[in-house]
């Protein structure tokens, strides 16, 4: 029978710290062309962290207090990278409009 994989706490740093290494080298390479699609997946991605993270704080008793903190923190982090997020987009989107005449 096979035994279930878990992940150690050392192997969990790793995880992070290569995912961060590896983002910041996709982003720092990336043409300026490409950013406001990126801004969009962006977008995408912290909505389903956010939704994520509700569904976390829903199902986890309160008496588990790392996980609801960290929960807690993607939820808060999530809801200003998407607002921060659609402000940028409103921002460059107004650059290409005609001014309005009076």
């Known amino acids: 029978m096979m035994e ?15 995912s961060i290494f590896i983002g910041i080298e996709v982003i720092k390479n990336v043409p300026a062309v ?10 995408a991605i912290s909505g ?4 994520g ?6 199902t986890t008793p309160l008496s588990n207090i790392p996980a609801t ?5 993607a939820v808060v982090i999530g809801i200003i990278n998407v607002s921060g ?7 460059m989107l107004a650059m290409f409009s005609k001014p309005k005449k009076k």
Request: net charge neutral.
């Open 85 to 91: 997020g659609f402000f940028v987009t409103h921002r």
């Open 34 to 43: 490409l950013h406001t699609p990126l801004m969009s997946g962006a977008n």
């Open 69 to 73: 903190i960290i929960a807690s923190l």
């Open 4 to 18: 279930s994989f878990y992940l150690s706490q050392i192997d969990g740093v790793y995880v992070i710290a290569l």
């Open 53 to 58: 993270g509700i569904i976390q704080l829903l």
């Open 48 to 51: 389903i962290i956010v939704i």
